[in-house]
């Protein structure tokens, strides 16, 4: 029996700024952002958004494009790490969202929950699911992953800025891709990107030395949620070749292969934060893992990455760029970094640039890199299945990436700061954030969304 993703769907923030806007603000060069990092836009959330809107309306698209039965969900699992409360997990929401739209008690035995580990949180929740899909083939599952990657203004990660989501069923006998039994796995705990909780003292916000209560906080510091991360770019990319290589080379283990892994695989998808980071990654692998090595493993650390940059510009190397993993990285140029969804934007996007090309691809074999800073890599590949066209033949995503609204500096940065009160663009056909509690004392906080027609 198979098991893999049956149907994919997704939702992305409508509003966008071009990335030679920002770059011309910031004072950076366009051509270093738009050709070296390969970013054209990135995404970013009205106001009347959040993680749980884009999560809500990539599921309804996915329940209503494919006609899914709830009935027959026993699980919906969420990835994320823009999650909106620390108890009460997005999934909740969505089952009640779900049930508002398509029926009470639809979804009253739906198991849900939601999965955190960076940007490897959705894979992570995916694996879950079929594993419980090959004990339950009856059964269906979906993974829902969702998040905003926001970054401090004049930060270094600013660029790479994106919001949205993507909902996947996960079912035996999947119409898109079945997955192989081999899961390849490198964890390490570091710091190379987290979102920590933040102190302030009271004294500091009211010039009080007495720490009298402060909108009811009677604590003498008072903690900062803040979507921004703490991060070291450079250091992070490091963790991320570390446990992608190790990784890969497990995989390798696994499938007791001393071939050259990635030549059996047509497409390579991978984490991206921003559009041409995996071939950025990828040359040390691919160095590493070819029939005739440049890498003897004596080099000195300079030497050693001297080899790696001479690998990158070869012709070889640019060929195998273009031909597997050039066709993911398209929807993220358009987007930017959808952290938990940015795998499953990439598998999206490589399947909608193959459906529009008119290219078929059934019966070959996709390699998958995920990585979540903290950090983890998980290494796996699937098979292309033969009515993969007809299940995609509805997303239309990079018509719909075609309709994003440009937007201007400054309305970027009164939506990052915050400041702007009222929705750039009317919502439709869209779940909004309707209000937040402020006056009952037992549902301080409380979100509430509804549907518009």
């Given at each position: 029996?198979?098991?893999?993703?049956?149907?994919?769907?997704?939702?992305?923030?409508k509003?966008?700024?071009?990335?030679?806007?920002?770059?011309?603000?910031?004072?950076?060069?366009?051509?270093?952002?738009?050709?070296?990092l390969?970013?054209?836009?990135?995404?970013?959330?009205?106001?009347?958004?959040d993680?749980?809107?884009?999560?809500?309306?990539?599921?309804?698209?996915?329940?209503?494009?494919?006609?899914i039965?709830?009935?027959?969900?026993?699980?919906i699992?969420?990835?994320?790490?823009?999650?909106?409360?620390?108890?009460?997990?997005?999934?909740?929401?969505?089952?009640?969202?779900?049930?508002?739209?398509?029926?009470e008690?639809?979804?009253?035995?739906?198991?849900?929950?939601?999965?955190?580990f960076?940007?490897?949180?959705?894979?992570?929740?995916?694996?879950?699911?079929?594993?419980?899909?090959?004990?339950?083939?009856t059964?269906?599952?979906?993974?829902?992953?969702?998040?905003?990657?926001k970054?401090?203004?004049?930060?270094?990660?600013?660029?790479?800025?994106?919001?949205?989501?993507?909902?996947?069923?996960?079912?035996?006998?999947?119409?898109?891709?079945?997955?192989e039994?081999?899961?390849?796995t490198?964890?390490?705990?570091?710091?190379?990107?987290?979102?920590?909780?933040?102190?302030?003292?009271?004294?500091?916000?009211?010039?009080?030395?007495?720490?009298?209560?402060?909108?009811?906080?009677?604590?003498?510091?008072?903690?900062?949620?803040?979507?921004?991360?703490?991060?070291?770019?450079?250091?992070?990319?490091?963790?991320?070749?570390?446990?992608?290589?190790?990784?890969?080379?497990?995989?390798?283990?696994?499938?007791?292969?001393?071939?050259?892994?990635?030549?059996?695989?047509?497409?390579?998808?991978?984490?991206?934060?921003?559009?041409f980071?995996?071939?950025?990654?990828?040359?040390?692998?691919?160095?590493?893992?070819?029939?005739?090595?440049?890498?003897?493993?004596?080099?000195t650390?300079a030497?050693?990455?001297?080899?790696?940059?001479?690998?990158?510009k070869?012709?070889?190397?640019?060929?195998?760029?273009?031909?597997?993993?050039?066709?993911?990285?398209?929807?993220?140029?358009?987007?930017?970094?959808l952290?938990?969804?940015?795998?499953?934007?990439?598998?999206?996007?490589?399947?909608?640039?193959?459906?529009?090309?008119?290219?078929?691809?059934?019966?070959?074999?996709?390699?998958?890199?995920?990585?979540?800073?903290g950090?983890k890599?998980?290494v796996?590949?699937?098979?292309?299945?033969?009515e993969w066209?007809?299940?995609i033949?509805n997303?239309?995503?990079?018509?719909?990436?075609?309709?994003?609204?440009?937007?201007?500096?400054?309305?970027?940065?009164?939506?990052h700061?915050?400041?702007?009160?009222?929705?750039?663009?009317?919502?439709?056909?869209?779940?909004?954030?309707?209000?937040?509690?402020?006056?009952?004392?037992?549902?301080?906080?409380?979100?509430?969304?509804k549907?518009?027609?």
């Amino acid at each position: 029996m198979k098991t893999g993703i049956d149907a994919l769907s997704f939702d992305v923030a409508k509003l966008h700024l071009p990335i030679k806007t920002l770059a011309q603000a910031r004072n950076i060069e366009p051509e270093k952002l738009e050709k070296g990092l390969g970013l054209i836009k990135m995404t970013l959330p009205d106001t009347h958004q959040d993680s749980v809107v884009f999560a809500a309306n990539a599921l309804t698209k996915l329940i209503q494009d494919n006609q899914i039965d709830l009935n027959e969900i026993a699980r919906i699992y969420v990835g994320t790490e823009s999650a909106i409360d620390s108890a009460k997990p997005i999934g909740s929401y969505l089952v009640d969202l779900m049930e508002q739209k398509f029926g009470e008690n639809t979804l009253g035995e739906c198991d849900v929950v939601d999965f955190t580990f960076a940007c490897i949180g959705g894979v992570d929740a995916m694996q879950n699911c079929l594993d419980f899909i090959k004990l339950n083939p009856t059964k269906k599952a979906i993974v829902v992953t969702t998040d905003f990657a926001k970054y401090d203004l004049n930060s270094t990660g600013e660029y790479t800025q994106g919001a949205g989501a993507v909902a996947i069923l996960i079912t035996a006998n999947p119409r898109i891709i079945a997955f192989e039994n081999h899961w390849a796995t490198n964890t390490k705990g570091v710091f190379d990107f987290f979102k920590p909780y933040r102190t302030v003292s009271k004294e500091t916000i009211t010039g009080n030395t007495n720490n009298e209560p402060w909108f009811d906080n009677l604590e003498a510091e008072i903690e900062i949620h803040k979507d921004q991360p703490v991060f070291d770019g450079q250091y992070s990319n490091q963790c991320y070749m570390d446990r992608t290589r190790n990784a890969y080379f497990s995989f390798k283990k696994l499938k007791e292969t001393s071939a050259t892994l990635y030549n059996s695989w047509s497409s390579i998808i991978m984490h991206l934060p921003y559009s041409f980071q995996g071939r950025r990654m990828l040359s040390e692998i691919y160095a590493l893992d070819a029939e005739n090595s440049i890498i003897s493993g004596e080099e000195t650390p300079a030497e050693y990455q001297n080899k790696l940059k001479e690998t990158s510009k070869t012709a070889e190397y640019k060929n195998f760029v273009e031909e597997k993993l050039m066709p993911a990285e398209l929807a993220s140029s358009l987007i930017g970094n959808l952290y938990t969804g940015s795998i499953f934007m990439g598998f999206l996007s490589t399947l909608a640039h193959f459906y529009d090309s008119k290219k078929e691809i059934s019966g070959n074999t996709f390699g998958f890199l995920a990585y979540g800073s903290g950090s983890k890599s998980k290494v796996f590949e699937g098979t292309i299945q033969p009515e993969w066209k007809s299940a995609i033949a509805n997303t239309k995503l990079f018509e719909t990436l075609e309709k994003s609204f440009e937007i201007n500096f400054d309305t970027y940065e009164k939506l990052h700061k915050k400041e702007q009160k009222q929705s750039v663009q009317t919502p439709k056909q869209e779940w909004v954030l309707d209000r937040i509690e402020k006056e009952i004392p037992t549902l301080i906080g409380a979100r509430y969304y509804k549907w518009i027609d």
